[in-house]
C-alpha cells in the first residue's frame, strides 16, 4: 500500500484536486479534518479527546492527529491520497517510522505552488453563501446578482478570515512549520512540484500525468 501527499498552502486548490485525483486513481483521499471530525462523532477516546481540545479552542497537538491518522491506515487495503496532512515536521518524522514498521511505501509527494499574492487575490475576493455554503469569487466565479446566491438565493458574506491581514498573519505562521516540511520532502526520490497558478483543468493534467508514472 502507498501513501501519497499533496502539499501546498491555504488556497492552493490541492482539496479540490485531490478529489478529481481518487475519482481517477484507487486512492483513498484522507484529510486530517474529515479525520476528526469522524473521531470526534464516533467518541473514540483519542476523539473525546479532540473534542474537548476543540471545546477549549486549542489546536490539536501532533501527537493526537498522529493517533487519529495511523488508527485510520490500519483500516485501509488500498493507497490514500493525504490532502493537509502532514503539517509539521514532527508529523512527517512520525509518519515515516509509523510507514516502516507497517511495511507501507511512500508514493507521489506533489507540492501544488502557487504565487503568495495570487493566494491573496484568491482568498479576498471569495465570498460563502450563509445557506447552502456554495463559494463565490468576485474576479473568477461572480453571482449573478451582486451579493446573493444563485442557487438559493440567501445572502452571500466575506468570512473574517479572508480579509487580506488575516491572510498575511495565517500565511507568516504557516510557513514557519510548512518550509521544513518541504524540505523534509523535497529529499524524497518521488517528490514533484507543479504550477498551481493556472487553469484547474491543466493542474489536473499534470498531476493525472505524475500520479500515472508513480502508480
Not at 13 to 41: C, N, W, Y
Not at 178 to 206: I, K, T
Amino acid at each position: 500500500m502507498s501513501i501519497n501527499i499533496l502539499l501546498g498552502p491555504p488556497g492552493s486548490g490541492k482539496g479540490t484536486q485531490a478529489k478529481r485525483l481518487v475519482a481517477k486513481f484507487p486512492l483513498t483521499h484522507l484529510s486530517t479534518g474529515d479525520i476528526l471530525r469522524d473521531a470526534v462523532s464516533k467518541e473514540t477516546a483519542l476523539g473525546l479527546a479532540v473534542k474537548a481540545l476543540m471545546a477549549e479552542g486549542k489546536l490539536v497537538d501532533d501527537d493526537t492527529v498522529n493517533g487519529l491518522v495511523f488508527a485510520r491506515l490500519q483500516d485501509e487495503t488500498q493507497g490514500v491520497l493525504f490532502d493537509g496532512y502532514p503539517r509539521t515536521i514532527h508529523q512527517a518524522e512520525a509518519l515515516q517510522q509509523f510507514m516502516s514498521s507497517k511495511g507501507l511505501s511512500l508514493g507521489s509527494v506533489v507540492l501544488v505552488e502557487v504565487p503568495r499574492e495570487v493566494l491573496e487575490a484568491r482568498v479576498v475576493g471569495r465570498r460563502v453563501c450563509t445557506g447552502c455554503g456554495e463559494i463565490y469569487h468576485l474576479a473568477t466565479k461572480p453571482p449573478k446578482q451582486d451579493g446573493v446566491c444563485d442557487l438559493c438565493g440567501s445572502p452571500l458574506k466575506h468570512r473574517s478570515d479572508d480579509t487580506a491581514e488575516a491572510f498575511r498573519k495565517r500565511m507568516d505562521e504557516f510557513d514557519s512549520t510548512f518550509l521544513p516540511l518541504l524540505g523534509f520532502y523535497q529529499r524524497q526520490p518521488g517528490f514533484h512540484a507543479v504550477n498551481g497558478d493556472q487553469d484547474p483543468n491543466s493542474v489536473f493534467e499534470q498531476l493525472q500525468t505524475l500520479f500515472q508514472e508513480n502508480a
